[in-house]
C-alpha cells in the first residue's frame, strides 16, 4: 500500500556531499522515525519526529538532521556523507503511544557513499 | 536500555517442518512486535503483542511478560516463509523514541 514512501529507493554520493531522504506518508499519522539498518546491528535510531516542528535525536544521530515542517513529511539530511553512513534507511510511522497502535515501514532507501 | 536479544541467529530447515524463533528483553515494555524482512524487501509487521497469544494463518506469537519472552512459530513451514524474522519492543514508559530492535533471525526454508 502507499500509505508511507521513502524517496529515492537507491542512491549512490560522494564523500563529502549533503544528501536528503523523503519520507513520506499519508495516514496522518503523528509519529516519524528513521532507522538505519546494518548487518550485525539490526535497525537502529537516528532521529524521531512526535509532531510539526517537534524531533528528536536517537541512538545514531551524529552526522544526520531531520525536519519536519508537515504532518506528512519527515527529511533526514546527511550534512556530509562519509562512508560510515552507507546504510539502508527505513522510515517508519504510528499513530500513538498506545499498546494498541503498532508501526508501519517504508520500502528503504540504499543509499552508498563512495 | 532494552536489550533484546534473539535466537537463533540463523536457521535451515525442511518444507513442512514447526519453527520456532525466540526473543527476550531485560526491561518492561508496553508491547512486542514481530517482523518479517524479505531479501532486499521492505519490513512487514506480523504481530504486536502486550499479552497472550495471536494466531494468524501459519504465525503463532506468544509472550510472557513474566519471563521476559516471546516465541515466533510457523507451522508447515513453506520456502517462502524463508526471510529475516525481526523481534522488537517498545519501552513502557511511553516514550516517543519509538522501538528497540533485536538483529534479526535468518530463516531459510529449503524445498
Known amino acids: 500500500d502507499a500509505g508511507i514512501t521513502q524517496s529515492p529507493r537507491h542512491k549512490v554520493t560522494e564523500t563529502g556531499t549533503p544528501v536528503t531522504l523523503r519520507c513520506h506518508q499519508t495516514?496522518?499519522?503523528?509519529?516519524m522515525y528513521w532507522y538505519r539498518q546494518d548487518p550485525g546491528h539490526g535497525l537502529r535510531l537516528i532521529h524521531y519526529?512526535?509532531?510539526?516542528?517537534?524531533?528528536d535525536k536517537g541512538e545514531v544521530s551524529d552526522g544526520y538532521s531531520v525536519s519536519r515542517s508537515k504532518t506528512e513529511d519527515f527529511l533526514l539530511t546527511l550534512e556530509s556523507a562519509t562512508s560510515s553512513q552507507t546504510s539502508v534507511y527505513f522510515c517508519?510511522?504510528?499513530?500513538?503511544?498506545?499498546?494498541?497502535?503498532?508501526?508501519?515501514f517504508g520500502s528503504g532507501t540504499r543509499l552508498t557513499v563512495v | 536500555k532494552n536489550e533484546v536479544e534473539q535466537s537463533p541467529q540463523n536457521l535451515t530447515a525442511q518444507e513442512g517442518e514447526f519453527i520456532t524463533i525466540n526473543c527476550s528483553y531485560s526491561?518492561?515494555?508496553?508491547?512486542l512486535h514481530w517482523l518479517q524482512q524479505h531479501p532486499g524487501g521492505g519490513i512487514v509487521s506480523l504481530f504486536m503483542?502486550?499479552?497472550g497469544k495471536k494466531k494468524h494463518g501459519r504465525l503463532i506469537a506468544t509472550i510472557n511478560i513474566q519471563e521476559k519472552h516471546s516465541s515466533l512459530h510457523i507451522t508447515a513451514s513453506h520456502p517462502r516463509d524463508s526471510a529475516v524474522y525481526i523481534c522488537?519492543?517498545?519501552?513502557?514508559?511511553?516514550?516517543?523514541?519509538?522501538?528497540?530492535f533485536g538483529k534479526g533471525t535468518h530463516l531459510i526454508i529449503q524445498p
Open positions: 526491561v518492561g515494555i508496553s508491547a
Open positions: 495516514e496522518n499519522h503523528r509519529y
Open positions: 503483542l502486550s499479552s
Open positions: 522488537a519492543v517498545s519501552y513502557s514508559g511511553g516514550g516517543a523514541d519509538g522501538l528497540t
Open positions: 519526529s512526535y509532531g510539526v516542528k517537534d524531533t
Open positions: 517508519a510511522i504510528s499513530e500513538s503511544l498506545s499498546a494498541n497502535y503498532g508501526y508501519t
